[in-house]
C-alpha cells in the first residue's frame, strides 16, 4: 500500500516514521510537504510527532491551517485512513477530525519513557492485528499528552469503541501510577467514529526493531498494512 | 590606500579608558593604534573588543593548547575548522564538540542553557553534518544551596525546552552538585553529527568576488557583548545586570536552519559556511575571510533587522541566536537564497569576498570599519601568563577519615542516596533522547549507544570530568578523567577513538590557576596520547570565579568510541542467572576524591599515580571482550566504588537481579567498598570464559568475587545484605524526594 507522511516545518519525526514504513515494514511510502496539497495517492496519511510551526501557541494550533490539511480532511472525509503520532494526534484534535483535546501533562514537564497501553478495540483499522487487552511497550515523549473531553463525550466515546488505547502497567492493570500524563480515563490513543483517523500520544515507529525501543508498535502499522491487502 | 572610517553621530570619546571599559587593557589598546596608525572608531573597539575576548581569542590558552594530540589516523579535516571530524567507516565522518555556557547559564538558566545547546548544534551542521545526538555535563552548587533549584529547574528546562523541540536526542550526560560551584554552576553542552566524508563543509572563505549570504534568523539587540563582559570576566554583585547579554533561543528556528543548511549544502554552491556565534557577524566573517587569507566587505544596511535603529557597532556584535554566514560561488546566490526561502528562512547578500585583506563595514554610505582581517581573526594578542603552583600542591595530606566511620550498609545508603550518585532519571525523562530513532542505549547506563543506520556500525558516547580529584592534582585528575570517560566507552564495548574536551577554570591572571590549567591540558595531552584518541575539538572557559573564589579546576571530556558492530554492544546490568562477578583492574582502589569522602571524610588525599599502559590494557581487554562475546555485562566502578557499581548492575531493568559477593579478607575496608580510583572494571562472564579473560586482560588483576543470583538481594560476605528493590527506590526516589522537600 501506499503511505504519505506530512512534512510540516518542525516536525521531527518524520524521518523515523519513513524509515519504520520504507526500511522495517517494506513499504511505499512518500514524503509529503505542507505547502503542497496533494496526497501523492496515499493510502494512508501519517502525521508525524515534533513540534509543528514551533507549536509556541497550542500545539497544533498552526499546523491545522496549512496547505495539506485541506487535502487531510477531504481525504478522511472520503473514509481515507489517517494516522495521528504524537504532534500529529494535537493537530488532529485542533482540526476536528478526533475528539477532545490535548492538555499540558500534568506533572507539567515534558516526559521521555517507555510506557504500556492496552489495546481496548480490536476492530479498528488500526488495531486489528493486535487481540483486545493486549498490551504493547511504546515510548511516549511529550509535554502536552494529556487527554482531556467534555464527560459526555467521553461516555459517548467508549459506547462506541473510540477509546482504542489505554495506558495500564506491565501486567495490563489501569492505575493512576501507570498514567504518565494525567490523560482522562488513562486515553492513549482513540479513533472517530468512522475508525478510519486514529490519533494516539505514543510514538509505534519507535518500537520497531528489537535493538532500538523494541517491537511494541508493529501491530499498529500491520494492522493497517493486513486491512490494505 | 582605503580611508579612515568615519565616526558616527553620538559615538562616545574612544580613549584608554573606553578600552577598558570593553574588556580590553591598556597594552592591548596600544596594540590596536599601532595596528591601525590611528585610534579605533567606536564600531571598531567594539569589534576588537569580542574579537581579542578571552572567549574567541584563546589568549591565556592558545600557547598551551599547542601540545595537544590532534592528528591521527582517523582524524579528517584540518585544524582551525568549526569542529574536527573522525572517520568511523563505511563513508561515515563523526563531527563532534563540547562548549561552555557558563556565565550565560547562572545569570539567566533556561536561555543560557538553551543557546547553549543551539550553538553547539550549529557548530556540527556548519560543517555538513547531521547532528544525531547531544549530552551535556552540568555542575551546580551544593544541593541545599538557595539558588540550586532554581537554577537545575531553569537549565533542565532549557535544555529540554530546545533540544525537544529542534529533534535532536539527548542521550545522557552527567550532573553534580558541589559547594565549590556555589557561585559559578557549569553548562557544557557537547553534540555529535554525522556526515559523509565528502560532504564535509569548510569555513575558509576562497574566491575575490564571491557574495556573502546571510541566513536564518533576523539580528536583534540580544547577546551583545555577550563573548566579551560576560563570558570573560568574573561574577560579582553586579553580575545579574548582565542579564540582556544573554541570548534567547528559538529551537524551532534552528530546525529549520539544520534542514534548509543541509539541504543547501547539497547544491553544492557553497564554498564556506560558518554559524553567527560568540561576537557573531564580526567573527563569522573575520574568520572565514582570515582562514583563506582574503578580505571581505559587508553592507550593513542588508542584513535582516529585528527592529530598525540598530547600530552598526550593534549589528556587528550582536549575538541573536539562529544565524549562518555563507560565501557562495559567484552567480549561484539564488540557488541557494531558494532553499531558505522554501524553509521560509531570511536569506540576503550582505557582501563579498576582497583580495585586499581587509575587514570592511559600510553603512549608510560610508565605511565605518576598515582594519586588517588578521587583526581581529588571528593576531590576538597570545599571553604567556605567570603560572605558579599553590605552596601545598602535591603534598601528602592526612587520609584519615572521621573516626566514627559507618558501618557498610549505612555508608551504602548514604552514597546511593546522594545526589551525586542517585539516579538522574528525574533529570533525563525530559529530555527526548529517542528521535532519529538511533538510540541504542539511551541515558542512565555508562556510555550512550548509537546505531549508524543502514550499516552494522555503531557509536559510544560519554562525558565525564573529575574536579574533586582534579582539586587535589590538577594533573592527574585530568588523566583520571579521560581514563574513566575511555573506561565507560570500553565497557559498552566500543574501541575509544577521538576527544573533545571544555577546560572550564577560574581567572588565568592568578598564576595558580593558570597552572591548574596547564597542568590540565599536559594531563589530556598525555592520556590522549596513551589512548591513541586525538582531540579534535574544544573550548576553554576562563573566569569561572565569583568574588575571587575559582571554581575547582574542571577539564570536562567527551569521548567518542566507535563500534564495527553496534550488536556488540555491553551494558552495565547483570543479565544471566549464574554468571561469575568479576574485577578488573589496574591498581588497587583509593578513597581520594570519592564521594565516600565527601561524605565521611575530607577530600584532602593525595591521588594514585596512575600507570598509563595498564588502563590502555584495561581498555584494550574490555574491547576484546565485547567483539568475542566474551563478557555479559561491564561497569565501571566509578562514583561509590565497588559496593554502588554492584548495586547498579543488579538494576536490569527487565528484572531485578542479585549478586553474592567474597572479598578476600582485607577487602572489607572502605577503601575497597567505596574506593573510586585508579581503575577497576566489574565484569560479568559465563564461568567458562574465566581462563580466556585472565589471558585477553593479563597482566592486569582479574578477581573472580561472586555471582548473579536471581534471588534480588545484594550480599557482599555479612557486611552488606539488602534488597535490591529496596536500594532502587532509595537511589530512584532520592532526587525527587529532595525536590519535594519545601
Same mark, same amino acid.
Given at each position: 500500500?501506499?503511505?504519505?507522511?506530512?512534512?510540516?516545518?518542525?516536525?521531527?519525526?518524520?524521518?523515523?516514521?519513513?524509515?519504520?514504513?520504507?526500511?522495517?515494514?517494506?513499504?511505499?511510502?512518500a514524503?509529503?510537504?505542507?505547502?503542497?496539497?496533494?496526497?501523492?495517492g496515499?493510502?494512508?496519511v !501519517?502525521?508525524?510527532?515534533?513540534?509543528?510551526?514551533?507549536?509556541?501557541?497550542?500545539?497544533?494550533?498552526?499546523?491545522r491551517?496549512?496547505?495539506?490539511?485541506?487535502?487531510v480532511?477531504?481525504?478522511?472525509?472520503?473514509?481515507?485512513?489517517?494516522?495521528?503520532?504524537?504532534?500529529?494526534?494535537?493537530?488532529?484534535?485542533?482540526?476536528?477530525?478526533?475528539?477532545?483535546?490535548?492538555?499540558?501533562?500534568?506533572?507539567?514537564?515534558?516526559?521521555?519513557?517507555?510506557?504500556?497501553?492496552? !489495546? %481496548?478495540?480490536?476492530?479498528?483499522?488500526?488495531?486489528?492485528?493486535?487481540?483486545?487487552?493486549?498490551?504493547?511497550?511504546?515510548p511516549?515523549?511529550?509535554? %502536552?499528552?494529556?487527554?482531556?473531553?467534555?464527560?459526555?463525550?467521553?461516555?459517548?466515546?467508549?459506547?462506541?469503541?473510540?477509546?482504542?488505547?489505554?495506558?495500564?502497567?506491565?501486567?495490563?492493570? %489501569?492505575?493512576?501510577?501507570?498514567?504518565?500524563?494525567?490523560?482522562?480515563?488513562?486515553?492513549?490513543?482513540?479513533?472517530?467514529?468512522?475508525?478510519?483517523?486514529?490519533?494516539?500520544?505514543?510514538?509505534?515507529?519507535?518500537?520497531?526493531?528489537?535493538?532500538?525501543?523494541? %517491537?511494541?508498535?508493529?501491530?499498529?502499522?500491520?494492522?493497517i498494512?493486513?486491512?490494505?491487502? | 590606500?582605503?580611508?579612515?572610517?568615519?565616526?558616527?553621530?553620538?559615538?562616545?570619546?574612544?580613549?584608554?579608558?573606553?578600552?577598558?571599559?570593553?574588556?580590553?587593557?591598556?597594552?592591548?589598546?596600544?596594540?590596536?593604534?599601532?595596528i591601525?596608525?590611528?585610534a579605533?572608531?567606536?564600531?571598531?573597539?567594539?569589534?576588537?573588543?569580542?574579537?581579542?575576548?578571552e572567549?574567541?581569542?584563546?589568549?591565556?590558552?592558545?600557547?598551551?593548547?599547542?601540545?595537544?594530540?590532534?592528528?591521527?589516523?582517523?582524524?579528517?579535516?584540518?585544524?582551525?575548522?568549526?569542529?574536527?571530524?573522525?572517520?568511523?567507516?563505511?563513508?561515515?565522518?563523526?563531527?563532534?564538540k563540547?562548549?561552555?555556557?557558563?556565565?550565560?547559564?547562572?545569570?539567566?538558566?533556561?536561555?543560557?542553557?538553551?543557546?547553549?545547546?543551539?550553538?553547539?548544534?550549529?557548530?556540527?551542521?556548519?560543517?555538513?553534518?547531521?547532528?544525531?545526538?547531544?549530552?551535556?555535563?552540568?555542575?551546580?552548587?551544593?544541593?541545599?544551596?538557595?539558588?540550586?533549584?532554581f537554577?537545575?529547574?531553569?537549565v533542565?528546562?532549557?535544555?529540554?525546552g530546545?533540544?525537544?523541540?529542534?529533534?535532536?536526542?539527548?542521550?545522557?550526560?552527567?550532573?553534580?552538585?558541589?559547594?565549590?560551584?556555589?557561585?559559578? =554552576?557549569?553548562?557544557?553542552?557537547?553534540?555529535?553529527?554525522?556526515?559523509?566524508?565528502?560532504?564535509?563543509?569548510?569555513?575558509r572563505?576562497?574566491?575575490?568576488?564571491?557574495?556573502?549570504?546571510?541566513?536564518?534568523?533576523?539580528?536583534?539587540?540580544?547577546?551583545?557583548?555577550?563573548?566579551?563582559l560576560?563570558?570573560?570576566?568574573?561574577?560579582?554583585?553586579?553580575?545579574?545586570?548582565?542579564?540582556?547579554?544573554?541570548?534567547?533561543?528559538?529551537?524551532?528556528?534552528?530546525?529549520?536552519?539544520?534542514?534548509?543548511?543541509?539541504?543547501?549544502?547539497?547544491?553544492?554552491?557553497?564554498v564556506?559556511?560558518?554559524?553567527?556565534?560568540?561576537?557573531?557577524?564580526?567573527?563569522?566573517?573575520?574568520?572565514?575571510?582570515?582562514?583563506?587569507?582574503?578580505?571581505?566587505?559587508?553592507?550593513?544596511?542588508?542584513?535582516?533587522?529585528?527592529?530598525?535603529?540598530?547600530?552598526?557597532y550593534?549589528?556587528?556584535l550582536?549575538?541573536?541566536?539562529?544565524?549562518?554566514?555563507?560565501?557562495?560561488?559567484?552567480?549561484?546566490?539564488?540557488?541557494?537564497?531558494?532553499?531558505?526561502?522554501?524553509?521560509?528562512?531570511?536569506?540576503?547578500?550582505?557582501?563579498?569576498?576582497?583580495?585586499?585583506?581587509?575587514?570592511?563595514?559600510?553603512?549608510?554610505?560610508?565605511?565605518?570599519?576598515?582594519?586588517?582581517?588578521?587583526?581581529?581573526?588571528?593576531?590576538a594578542?597570545?599571553?604567556?601568563?605567570?603560572?605558579?603552583?599553590?605552596?601545598?600542591?602535591?603534598?601528602?595530606?592526612?587520609?584519615?577519615?572521621?573516626?566514627?566511620?559507618?558501618?557498610?550498609?549505612?555508608?551504602?545508603?548514604?552514597? =546511593?542516596?546522594?545526589?551525586?550518585?542517585a539516579?538522574?532519571?528525574?533529570?533525563?525523562?525530559?529530555?527526548?533522547?529517542?528521535?532519529?530513532?538511533?538510540?541504542?542505549?539511551?541515558?542512565?547506563?555508562?556510555?550512550?549507544?548509537?546505531?549508524?543506520k543502514?550499516s552494522?556500525?555503531?557509536?559510544?558516547l560519554?562525558?565525564?570530568?573529575?574536579?574533586?580529584?582534579?582539586?587535589?592534582?590538577?594533573?592527574?585528575?585530568?588523566?583520571?578523567?579521560?581514563?574513566?570517560?575511555?573506561?565507560?566507552?570500553?565497557?559498552?564495548?566500543?574501541?575509544?577513538?577521538?576527544?573533545?574536551?571544555?577546560?572550564?577554570y577560574?581567572?588565568?591572571?592568578?598564576?595558580?590557576i593558570?597552572?591548574?590549567?596547564?597542568?590540565?591540558?599536559?594531563?589530556?595531552?598525555?592520556?590522549?596520547?596513551?589512548?591513541?584518541?586525538?582531540?579534535?575539538?574544544?573550548?576553554?572557559?576562563?573566569y569561572?570565579?565569583?568574588?575571587?573564589r575559582?571554581?575547582?579546576?574542571?577539564?570536562?571530556?567527551?569521548?567518542?568510541?566507535?563500534?564495527?558492530?553496534?550488536?556488540?554492544?555491553?551494558?552495565?546490568?547483570?543479565k544471566?542467572?549464574?554468571?561469575t562477578?568479576?574485577?578488573?583492574?589496574?591498581?588497587?582502589?583509593?578513597?581520594?576524591?570519592?564521594?565516600?569522602?565527601? @561524605?565521611?571524610?575530607?577530600?584532602?588525599?593525595? @591521588?594514585?599515580?596512575?600507570?598509563?599502559?595498564?588502563?590502555?590494557?584495561?581498555?584494550?581487554?574490555?574491547?576484546?571482550?565485547?567483539?568475542?562475546?566474551?563478557?555479559?555485562?561491564?561497569?565501571?566502578?566509578?562514583?561509590?566504588?565497588?559496593?554502588?557499581?554492584?548495586?547498579?548492575?543488579?538494576?536490569?531493568?527487565?528484572?531485578?537481579?542479585?549478586?553474592?559477593?567474597? @572479598?578476600?579478607?582485607?577487602?572489607?575496608?572502605?577503601g575497597?567498598?567505596?574506593?573510586?580510583?585508579?581503575?577497576?572494571?566489574?565484569?560479568?562472564?559465563?564461568?567458562?570464559?574465566?581462563?580466556?579473560?585472565?589471558?585477553?586482560?593479563?597482566?592486569?588483576?582479574i578477581?573472580?568475587?561472586?555471582?548473579?543470583?536471581?534471588?534480588?538481594?545484594?550480599?557482599?560476605?555479612?557486611?552488606?545484605?539488602e534488597?535490591?528493590?529496596?536500594?532502587?527506590? @532509595?537511589?530512584?526516589?532520592?532526587?525527587?524526594?529532595?525536590?519535594?522537600?519545601?
Open positions: 500500500m501506499k503511505w504519505g507522511v506530512v512534512r510540516f516545518p518542525g516536525s521531527l519525526d518524520d524521518g523515523d516514521a519513513l524509515y519504520a514504513l520504507r526500511s522495517i515494514l517494506g513499504q511505499d511510502a514524503m509529503l510537504w505542507h505547502k503542497d496539497e496533494t496526497l501523492g496515499a493510502d494512508c !501519517v502525521l508525524p510527532g515534533g513540534f509543528s510551526y514551533g507549536d509556541y501557541l497550542r500545539c497544533g494550533a498552526i499546523a491551517f496549512s496547505p495539506i490539511m485541506k487535502s480532511l477531504r481525504f478522511a472525509a472520503e473514509g481515507g485512513l489517517v494516522i495521528g503520532i504524537c504532534n500529529g494526534f494535537q493537530i488532529l484534535c485542533e482540526a476536528h477530525l478526533l475528539p477532545g483535546a490535548l492538555m499540558r501533562n500534568r506533572s507539567l514537564s515534558f516526559i521521555c519513557d517507555f510506557i504500556y497501553v492496552r !489495546v %481496548e478495540n480490536a476492530q479498528t483499522p488500526f488495531t486489528r492485528a493486535a487481540r483486545v487487552g493486549e498490551i504493547l511497550r511504546l511516549i515523549k511529550h509535554g %502536552e499528552g494529556c487527554f482531556v473531553a467534555p464527560a459526555e463525550e467521553l461516555a459517548q466515546m467508549e459506547e462506541r469503541g473510540q477509546v482504542v488505547l489505554r495506558y495500564v502497567d506491565e501486567a495490563g492493570i %489501569e492505575s493512576d501510577a501507570a498514567n504518565p500524563n494525567g490523560s482522562m480515563r488513562s486515553i492513549a490513543g482513540v479513533a472517530n467514529d468512522r475508525f478510519n483517523v486514529f490519533g494516539l500520544m505514543p510514538h509505534p515507529e519507535h518500537a520497531v526493531e528489537k535493538m532500538v525501543g523494541g %517491537e511494541g508498535g508493529l501491530k499498529i502499522f500491520q494492522s498494512i493486513g486491512g490494505a491487502r | 590606500m582605503s580611508l579612515a572610517p568615519v565616526a558616527l553621530p553620538g559615538d562616545p570619546v574612544i580613549d584608554a579608558a573606553q578600552a577598558r571599559a570593553h574588556g580590553l587593557s591598556a597594552n592591548e589598546y596600544a596594540t590596536i593604534e599601532r591601525l596608525g590611528r579605533p572608531t567606536f564600531t571598531e573597539l567594539g569589534v576588537f573588543s569580542v574579537m581579542w575576548s572567549h574567541c581569542s584563546y589568549k591565556s590558552s592558545r600557547k598551551h593548547l599547542r601540545m595537544l594530540p590532534m592528528k591521527g589516523r582517523n582524524v579528517v579535516g584540518g585544524p582551525g575548522e568549526n569542529a574536527g571530524a573522525i572517520d568511523v567507516g563505511d563513508g561515515w565522518v563523526a563531527v563532534f563540547i562548549e561552555s555556557h557558563n556565565h550565560p547559564s547562572y545569570v539567566e538558566p533556561y536561555q543560557g542553557a538553551a543557546t547553549g545547546v543551539g550553538g553547539i548544534l550549529r557548530d556540527i551542521f556548519t560543517m555538513g553534518a547531521r547532528p544525531i545526538a547531544s549530552m551535556d555535563s552540568l555542575k551546580f552548587g551544593s544541593f541545599d544551596h538557595p539558588r540550586t533549584r537554577l537545575l529547574g531553569g533542565v528546562g532549557g535544555i529540554g530546545y533540544g525537544n523541540c529542534v529533534g535532536v536526542p539527548t542521550v545522557g550526560g552527567e550532573v553534580m552538585f558541589d559547594a565549590g560551584y556555589n557561585g559559578n =554552576i557549569l553548562v557544557n553542552a557537547f553534540s555529535l553529527g554525522l556526515a559523509r566524508r565528502e560532504d564535509l563543509q569548510s569555513a572563505a576562497r574566491g575575490a568576488g564571491n557574495p556573502v549570504l546571510y541566513v536564518g534568523s533576523a539580528t536583534g539587540r540580544d547577546g551583545i557583548h555577550g563573548a566579551s560576560l563570558a570573560s570576566a568574573e561574577f560579582d554583585a553586579e553580575s545579574d545586570s548582565k542579564r540582556p547579554t544573554v541570548q534567547v533561543g528559538d529551537p524551532f528556528t534552528e530546525k529549520l536552519l539544520i534542514e534548509a543548511c543541509l539541504e543547501a549544502i547539497k547544491t553544492g554552491a557553497i564556506a559556511i560558518q554559524d553567527m556565534g560568540a561576537a557573531g557577524l564580526s567573527s563569522s566573517s573575520s574568520e572565514m575571510a582570515g582562514r583563506g587569507g582574503l578580505g571581505i566587505e559587508l553592507d550593513l544596511d542588508l542584513v535582516p533587522l529585528r527592529e530598525a535603529n540598530l547600530t552598526p550593534e549589528i556587528l550582536s549575538e541573536s541566536q539562529e544565524r549562518m554566514l555563507i560565501v557562495a560561488e559567484r552567480g549561484r546566490e539564488a540557488e541557494l537564497a531558494a532553499v531558505f526561502e522554501k524553509w521560509d528562512l531570511h536569506a540576503a547578500v550582505i557582501g563579498r569576498i576582497t583580495n585586499d585583506g581587509r575587514w570592511r563595514a559600510r553603512w549608510k554610505g560610508q565605511v565605518v570599519a576598515d582594519v586588517p582581517v588578521g587583526a581581529i581573526s588571528d593576531d594578542p597570545v599571553y604567556d601568563r605567570p603560572m605558579q603552583a599553590p605552596p601545598s600542591a602535591g603534598e601528602p595530606v592526612d587520609t584519615a577519615i572521621s573516626a566514627s566511620s559507618p558501618s557498610p550498609a549505612e555508608a551504602l545508603h548514604a552514597i =546511593i542516596s546522594s545526589p551525586n550518585v539516579s538522574k532519571r528525574m533529570v533525563f525523562r525530559q529530555y527526548d533522547s529517542l528521535v532519529q530513532g538511533n538510540t541504542v542505549v539511551g541515558p542512565g547506563s555508562d556510555a550512550a549507544v548509537l546505531r549508524i543502514d552494522r556500525r555503531g557509536l559510544a560519554k562525558v565525564d570530568s573529575n574536579p574533586r580529584a582534579c582539586a587535589l592534582d590538577p594533573y592527574l585528575g585530568a588523566i583520571a578523567t579521560v581514563c574513566e570517560a575511555a573506561r565507560n566507552v570500553a565497557c559498552a564495548g566500543a574501541r575509544p577513538t577521538g576527544i573533545t574536551n571544555c577546560l572550564n577560574g581567572n588565568p591572571e592568578r598564576p595558580e593558570m597552572w591548574q590549567l596547564v597542568r590540565g591540558i599536559e594531563g589530556l595531552r598525555d592520556a590522549a596520547v596513551a589512548f591513541d584518541t586525538p582531540v579534535i575539538s574544544g573550548n576553554v572557559s576562563l569561572n570565579e565569583t568574588e575571587g575559582a571554581i575547582p579546576p574542571t577539564p570536562t571530556i567527551a569521548m567518542v568510541g566507535t563500534f564495527d558492530d553496534v550488536t556488540r554492544h555491553l551494558k552495565q546490568y547483570f544471566v542467572v549464574g554468571d562477578v568479576l574485577i578488573v583492574r589496574s591498581a588497587s582502589p583509593s578513597l581520594a576524591a570519592s564521594e565516600y569522602a565527601a @561524605l565521611f571524610g575530607a577530600l584532602g588525599q593525595k @591521588l594514585k599515580p596512575i600507570d598509563l599502559r595498564r588502563e590502555r590494557k584495561l581498555i584494550d581487554g574490555l574491547v576484546e571482550c565485547a567483539d568475542r562475546r566474551l563478557i555479559r555485562s561491564a561497569h565501571d566502578v566509578s562514583e561509590g566504588g565497588l559496593a554502588v557499581a554492584l548495586t547498579e548492575s543488579c538494576f536490569n531493568p527487565s528484572e531485578l537481579l542479585g549478586v553474592e559477593v567474597k @572479598l578476600s579478607v582485607d577487602d572489607h575496608s572502605a575497597a567498598l567505596f574506593g573510586e580510583g585508579p581503575s577497576t572494571v566489574l565484569i560479568s562472564a559465563p564461568m567458562e570464559n574465566i581462563q580466556v579473560l585472565r589471558q585477553v586482560f593479563a597482566p592486569l588483576d578477581v573472580a568475587i561472586g555471582r548473579v543470583t536471581a534471588a534480588a538481594r545484594l550480599k557482599i560476605d555479612g557486611v552488606i545484605d534488597e535490591v528493590d529496596a536500594l532502587r527506590r @532509595l537511589y530512584e526516589d532520592a532526587i525527587p524526594g529532595r525536590l519535594k522537600r519545601p
